[in-house]
């Protein structure tokens, strides 16, 4: 592949000297109707949120065409796949940006196999309609050439939160607040049911793409059984009563239709719900208003899809890198900055990645808040959780393994350690995935030696 995502300008002999592309993205600004009477203008891809379905076959190269309307630069980031600094649409990693009125064809060859998703990978600072508070992100799939075990249907869902404002918290800083949440960009009650028969295996594709927002999510009246985080499957499938997903994350999962009614798939928090976040599930042949089951807690832990028994002994030797995330204070009224082993991007580093070395990241959260934080052109294994990090002494050991993702959230005051195999040489974008964080320093570059 040449990995090269030229910012070309589209000049009508240049357009016909090129084959055509696979897929084409259209970036504009458009009017998005979320319900009858809550319209919003914001900039999507090909004027839909989300943004197409992208299906892709695991090693086949493929060419997307991406136009951007705007007048602003654009990128788009190609979030869990596998690919060169050049196209994997990180601007820090040396993607090139593509300018207003210009377009770019990104040549890629998809991989790994699983639910991937791609996004916009601009800053928005202040202006809350820009970045990913814009309806610029959609599913991805890339298909393994096995068959990923048997189910009847599959949807896939994308979760996002509109009309971003600011409002201030307690503790004098500001903080963003939405007026509506929806599931594949409609409010609960207008967009299509999702429509199943009793008896079958609906597989569910859930994809968080707020731009800051966790969300929380059940089917009333069944279990859902969770098969893959991130698109990787997990070595523990779960029956669990609902998902937690952090911005960046998605869950794959399983629906037993066993319990024929009309019900409501949607967040657990009553009043993100009533903002809109839900989706209808009919049963054919059955009618009436949805109903809901409120569950009374919130339940989640990564923990219960790992690998039963110790991890094989070749990961025991990987070289520790201590990342230590805070706050910094900017003033009354202002969003707080953020560090890593108290520097904010650009001033942020770490040491060079040797490729073919084993390394364990350690995220030591010092900050209140949680922060799903993301690695680019990697996945990693997940090792050990939510250590309180003001235990005295060694950290109690763990041993977890099997889990594979690309985003992982780190609780407030706890480390968690991940680990990876510096395995795809090039600038290695690492962030959290709340805007507002990666926006005011919560970012850092790694580069190979
Ligand atoms: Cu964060």
């Given at each position: 592949?040449?990995?090269?995502?030229?910012a070309?300008?589209?000049?009508p002999?240049v357009?016909?000297?090129?084959?055509?592309?696979?897929?084409?993205?259209?970036?504009?600004?458009?009017?998005l109707?979320?319900?009858?009477?809550?319209?919003?203008?914001?900039?999507?891809?090909?004027?839909l949120?989300?943004?197409?379905l992208?299906?892709?076959k695991d090693g086949r190269?493929?060419?997307?065409?991406?136009?951007?309307h705007?007048?602003h630069?654009?990128?788009v980031?190609?979030?869990?796949?596998?690919?060169?600094?050049?196209?994997?649409?990180a601007i820090?990693?040396?993607t090139p940006?593509?300018?207003?009125?210009?377009?770019?064809?990104?040549?890629?060859?998809?991989?790994?196999?699983?639910?991937?998703?791609?996004?916009?990978?601009t800053?928005?600072?202040?202006d809350l309609?820009?970045?990913?508070?814009?309806?610029?992100?959609g599913?991805?799939?890339?298909?393994?050439r096995?068959?990923?075990?048997?189910?009847?249907?599959?949807?896939f869902l994308?979760l996002?939160?509109?009309?971003?404002?600011?409002?201030?918290?307690?503790?004098g800083?500001m903080?963003?607040s939405?007026?509506?949440?929806?599931?594949?960009?409609?409010?609960?009650?207008?967009?299509?049911?999702l429509?199943?028969?009793e008896?079958?295996?609906?597989?569910?594709?859930?994809?968080?793409?707020?731009?800051?927002?966790?969300?929380?999510?059940?089917?009333?009246g069944?279990d859902?059984r969770?098969?893959?985080?991130?698109?990787?499957?997990?070595p523990?499938?779960?029956?669990?009563p609902?998902l937690?997903?952090a911005?960046g994350?998605?869950?794959c999962a399983?629906v037993?239709?066993n319990h024929?009614?009309v019900?409501?798939?949607?967040?657990?928090?009553?009043?993100?719900?009533?903002?809109?976040?839900?989706?209808?599930?009919?049963?054919?042949g059955?009618?009436?208003s949805?109903?809901?089951?409120?569950p009374?807690d919130?339940?989640?832990?990564?923990?219960?899809?790992?690998a039963?028994?110790?991890?094989?002994a070749?990961?025991a030797?990987?070289?520790?890198?201590?990342?230590?995330f805070?706050s910094?204070?900017?003033?009354h009224?202002?969003?707080?900055?953020w560090?890593?082993?108290g520097k904010s991007?650009?001033?942020?580093s770490?040491?060079?990645?040797?490729?073919?070395?084993?390394?364990r990241l350690?995220?030591?959260?010092?900050?209140?808040?949680?922060?799903?934080?993301h690695?680019?052109?990697?996945?990693f294994?997940l090792r050990?959780?939510?250590i309180p990090?003001?235990?005295?002494?060694?950290?109690a050991?763990?041993?977890?393994h099997?889990?594979i993702?690309?985003?992982?959230?780190?609780?407030?005051?706890?480390?968690?350690?991940?680990?990876?195999i510096?395995?795809?040489?090039g600038?290695t974008l690492?962030?959290?995935?709340?805007q507002?964080?990666?926006?005011?320093?919560?970012?850092?570059?790694?580069n190979?030696?």
């Amino acid at each position: 592949m040449t990995g090269a995502a030229a910012a070309c300008v589209s000049l009508p002999a240049v357009a016909e000297a090129q084959s055509a592309p696979d897929y084409r993205l259209d970036i504009a600004v458009t009017t998005l109707e979320l319900a009858p009477r809550t319209r919003i203008a914001t900039t999507a891809y090909n004027g839909l949120a989300p943004g197409p379905l992208l299906r892709f076959k695991d090693g086949r190269a493929v060419t997307v065409e991406v136009v951007n309307h705007t007048d602003h630069p654009e990128v788009v980031h190609w979030h869990g796949l596998f690919l060169p600094p050049a196209v994997d649409g990180a601007i820090e990693e040396g993607t090139p940006a593509i300018a207003p009125g210009a377009t770019a064809r990104y040549e890629l060859t998809p991989a790994p196999a699983g639910f991937r998703w791609y996004h916009t990978h601009t800053m928005a600072m202040d202006d809350l309609s820009r970045g990913q508070y814009t309806a610029l992100h959609g599913p991805l799939m890339v298909e393994a050439r096995l068959d990923p075990g048997r189910y009847d249907q599959e949807f896939f869902l994308t979760l996002h939160d509109w009309r971003a404002r600011l409002s201030s918290s307690e503790d004098g800083t500001m903080s963003v607040s939405y007026e509506a949440s929806t599931v594949n960009g409609k409010i609960l009650g207008y967009g299509d049911p999702l429509r199943v028969r009793e008896g079958e295996r609906v597989l569910l594709h859930v994809l968080n793409a707020s731009a800051t927002e966790t969300h929380w999510l059940a089917l009333a009246g069944h279990d859902l059984r969770v098969i893959a985080l991130d698109g990787n499957a997990v070595p523990t499938p779960q029956q669990v009563p609902m998902l937690r997903l952090a911005p960046g994350e998605r869950v794959c999962a399983i629906v037993e239709t066993n319990h024929p009614g009309v019900w409501i798939l949607g967040e657990v928090r009553k009043h993100v719900q009533a903002a809109g976040m839900g989706i209808v599930v009919e049963y054919a042949g059955q009618s009436g208003s949805p109903r809901w089951i409120q569950p009374a807690d919130l339940l989640w832990n990564y923990r219960q899809f790992a690998a039963p028994g110790a991890s094989p002994a070749d990961t025991a030797a990987a070289i520790p890198v201590p990342l230590v995330f805070e706050s910094k204070f900017r003033g009354h009224g202002s969003m707080e900055a953020w560090t890593i082993n108290g520097k904010s991007y650009p001033e942020t580093s770490a040491a060079l990645l040797r490729q073919g070395e084993r390394y364990r990241l350690q995220f030591i959260n010092r900050s209140r808040d949680a922060h799903p934080v993301h690695l680019h052109r990697h996945s990693f294994e997940l090792r050990s959780l939510g250590i309180p990090v003001a235990a005295r002494g060694e950290p109690a050991v763990q041993d977890l393994h099997g889990i594979i993702k690309d985003v992982v959230v780190v609780d407030a005051q706890t480390r968690t350690e991940v680990e990876f195999i510096a395995d795809h040489p090039g600038a290695t974008l690492f962030h959290c995935h709340q805007q507002d964080h990666m926006d005011l320093g919560f970012m850092l570059l790694f580069n190979y030696a």
